[in-house]
């Protein structure tokens, strides 16, 4: 079957980094993709990997290790409205997304 | 970036009754598109995946008799729930991407709020 895990909760402090891991397994993959979920909206695109390596966009950065099936999100300069929940998903073989549950970051001032 | 838009946001309805959501892309059209259902703090779960001038292609538990998929144009897919019940209520959420390719990402709509009483 094909499986997403990233840890159900994580809690860090503002200002500081935090790394946030995805592992999956599928049938097939065209590609990793992070979203942000703040409670009650819709997912919002942060980032995509296709090839190893990271990938650096502002305070987000992901990485890629497809040979592991392993991917981070890494958040510096934390923030309290980073608050929310990330969703980490691969495409598959049928170009459908698989999620993961869902990691819930909790920031303290 | 490409918008998708979701209607209505937000419903309640009676139970027993049948509730509509559109989901349209806005500057992109989309042969196909998908219909999730969130509930509190669970993930997305795909329920069917629509596809224009065809029949939707359902998840495995999801009766294709209650929710009903109507994908008549490139640029709107609508969901109706009927008969609802108040185990219908949930985060319906509908996305949609220019094209099949690896690295387009999902689009999602605004959401929609059921609550069935």
């Known amino acids: 079957g094909q499986n997403i895990d990233q840890p159900t909760e994580m809690t860090a402090t503002e200002g500081a980094i935090v790394q946030i891991n995805c592992t999956y397994q599928?049938?097939?993959?065209?590609?990793l993709f992070w979203y942000q979920q703040h409670a009650g909206e819709a997912p919002t695109f942060l980032s995509y990997?296709?090839l190893d390596g990271l990938e650096e966009k502002g305070r987000f950065s992901s990485f890629l290790s497809r040979s592991k099936g392993y991917s981070y999100l890494l958040l510096k300069e934390l923030q309290m409205k980073d608050s929310a929940s990330y969703l980490c998903?691969?495409?598959?073989?049928?170009?459908?997304?698989?999620w993961g549950a869902g990691t819930k970051l909790i920031i303290k001032p | 970036g490409a918008v998708v838009s979701q209607h209505p946001s937000w419903v309640i309805c009676k139970s027993g009754t049948s509730v509509k959501i559109e989901c349209r892309s806005l500057?992109?059209?989309?042969?196909?598109m998908f219909w999730y259902r969130q509930f509190p703090k669970q993930s997305l779960m795909l329920m069917a995946t629509?596809?224009?001038?065809?029949?939707?292609?359902?998840e495995q538990g999801v009766e294709k008799d209650k929710f009903l998929i109507n994908h008549a144009s490139l640029t709107l897919s609508t969901l109706t729930v009927t008969s609802a019940h108040p185990e219908d209520s949930s985060f319906y959420i509908c996305?949609?991407?220019?094209?099949?390719?690896?690295?387009?990402?999902?689009?999602f709509g605004q959401g929609t709020r059921l609550t069935v009483v």
């Open positions: 599928t049938s097939g993959f065209n590609g």
């Open positions: 500057d992109f059209q989309a042969t196909t």
């Open positions: 629509s596809n224009e001038g065809s029949k939707a292609t359902y």
């Open positions: 998903a691969v495409k598959d073989s049928n170009y459908q997304l698989i």
């Open positions: 996305s949609a991407s220019p094209e099949q390719a690896p690295n387009t990402e999902a689009f």
């Open positions: 990997n296709v």
